[in-house]
């Protein structure tokens, strides 16, 4: 069973600071996925990745895929409260799979006013 | 509405009770995939349709946890004799080989 292990479980800065989350595995991925999901609605996708080394940028979110494909970090600058939810990491297999996607169990990232 | 529809969003149940939750994918999407998640925790993959072909059922918790797609369009989910430990959150989510669109999923209470 491929493993992603999240880190920090648990998140709760003030407005404005900056901060990044983890997603680290000892298994490659073909692809990695970053989910956002609030209270009592299901994950919606923020970014894939797919390429090693590779960065995507969102807006004040920055995704980076390690070069190994085995992890990958979320960096928010600037944090605001409406970035309050559980981020979800998820990795993936070449074509999609029959397993569909891995998820870690993701952060819990609260954004103080 | 072109996301995926889950249906009921809340199911109230007493235990022993039969449920069925349905999944209406995004209606070009050959895949269909059901997770489960529990509070706290990150959604659990249970079973995969392509099409009306469900190709791993592997993952299903129990024998009491059965999933259908018959014509390939919407799903069902059902779980029999319901325990208390099935309480969570049943998400379901459609792709077309990429990126997975997931519903708002239906939350099972079992009491």
């Known amino acids: 069973t491929q493993l992603l292990e999240q880190s920090p479980q648990f998140l709760s800065i003030q407005e404005g600071e900056n901060l990044t989350v983890y997603c680290n595995s000892s298994?490659?991925?073909?692809?990695l996925q970053w989910y956002r999901q609030e209270p009592g609605e299901g994950p919606v996708l923020l970014v894939t990745?797919?390429?090693?080394?590779e960065v995507k940028k969102l807006k004040r979110l920055t995704f980076q895929f390690g070069d190994a494909r085995k992890d990958s970090s979320l960096h928010i600058t600037a944090a605001q409260t409406g970035d309050t939810g559980l981020y979800l990491c998820?990795?993936?297999?070449?074509?999609?799979?029959?397993?569909?996607?891995?998820f870690g169990k993701g952060t819990h990232l609260i954004i103080q006013p | 509405d072109t996301g995926v529809s889950q249906n009921p969003r809340h199911k109230i149940t007493k235990r022993g009770q039969n449920v069925t939750f349905r999944c209406d994918p995004i209606?070009?999407?050959?895949?269909l995939y059901w997770y489960r998640q529990t509070l706290g925790q990150g959604p659990e993959f249970l079973t995969y349709?392509?099409?009306?072909?469900?190709?791993?059922k592997s993952r299903l918790l129990s024998d009491r946890f059965s999933a259908e797609r018959p014509k390939g369009s919407f799903s069902t989910l059902e779980i029999q004799r319901t325990e208390q430990g099935d309480s969570a959150m049943y998400l379901c989510?459609?792709?077309?080989?990429?990126?997975?669109?997931f519903g708002e999923g239906s939350r099972l209470t079992v009491l």
């Open positions: 349709f392509q099409n009306e072909a469900q190709l791993e």
């Open positions: 998820a990795g993936g297999r070449s074509g999609g799979g029959a397993d569909g996607l891995t």
């Open positions: 990745v797919v390429t090693g080394g």
């Open positions: 298994s490659v991925f073909s692809s």
């Open positions: 209606s070009e999407h050959n895949r």
């Open positions: 989510a459609s792709s077309f080989g990429g990126e997975l669109f």
